[in-house]
């Protein structure tokens, strides 16, 4: 399978806890976007890499949200003490540069993340 | 204001009708614009870009409207495989690679 991945699919836990996503993007894609997505909304911006570099954060992200890309390659999204309000869909995309700049994403099945 | 907004919907249309959904866009600059199609606890996928002169696939015709600053989908000839969500996706000038995304409008095609 030559799509974006991520793991895990599921992940419950407790409020207070911290977890850990992980995204593996398409191989020869350079940028990777992490979104997040709540019942009957659109998936909210998060947060964007070119290659390692981390070009932009959400304002709405708080400073419990940290994102990397160390190698360029896959990418991490940790959430630290979470909250129940941190309880969304987080959909990994990764995209690389189109002819005239025309950015396409190509989405993840996403990690479905419930804070008890 | 919002920087992508859609009619949530849902249109409940027959086999074989044509159904249009508008969305609109506060960034008079914004270059670049899509539709995605996201299926029940699916990921988004890209459905079509939008042109400038407008672009037709298939069943499918996208058009942009900058004086109005909206978007328009048209599916002509409805098929219950078009059940899905049609997001409404525009770049944010200042950052040529992020795309907001609407809400969404919600099609439901019965038989």
């Known amino acids: 399978d030559t799509g974006v991945s991520q793991d895990p699919r599921h992940k419950i836990t407790k409020r207070g806890q911290n977890v850990t996503f992980r995204c593996d993007p398409i191989?020869?894609?350079?940028?990777l976007y992490w979104y997040r997505q709540t019942l009957g909304q659109g998936p909210e911006f998060l947060t964007y890499?070119?290659?390692?570099?981390?070009?932009?954060k959400s304002r709405l992200l708080s400073d419990r949200f940290s994102a990397e890309r160390p190698k360029g390659s896959f990418s991490t999204l940790e959430i630290q003490r979470t909250e129940q309000g941190d309880s969304a869909m987080y959909l990994c995309?990764?995209?690389?540069?189109?002819?005239?700049?025309?950015?396409?994403?190509?989405f993840g099945s996403g990690t479905q993340l419930s804070v008890l | 204001r919002k920087e992508v907004e859609q009619d949530p919907g849902p249109f409940n249309v027959p086999e074989g009708a044509t159904v249009a959904f508008n969305c609109t866009y506060s960034?008079?600059?914004?270059?670049?614009f899509f539709w995605y199609r996201q299926d029940c606890r699916k990921e988004p996928k890209l459905l079509m870009s939008?042109?400038?002169s407008g672009n037709e696939d298939g069943r499918f015709t996208a058009q942009l409207n900058r004086a109005s600053q909206y978007i328009s989908l048209l599916i002509r000839d409805s098929k219950l495989s078009d059940s899905a969500t049609y997001l409404c996706?525009?770049?944010?000038?200042?950052?040529?690679?992020?795309?907001?995304f609407g809400s969404g409008t919600r099609l439901l095609v019965r038989p």
């Open positions: 890499f070119q290659n390692e570099a981390q070009l932009e």
């Open positions: 960034n008079s600059a914004s270059q670049s």
């Open positions: 996706v525009v770049n944010i000038p200042e950052s040529s690679y992020k795309l907001i």
């Open positions: 939008v042109y400038s």
């Open positions: 191989s020869e894609h350079n940028r």
């Open positions: 995309a990764s995209s690389r540069n189109a002819a005239g700049g025309e950015e396409k994403l190509f």
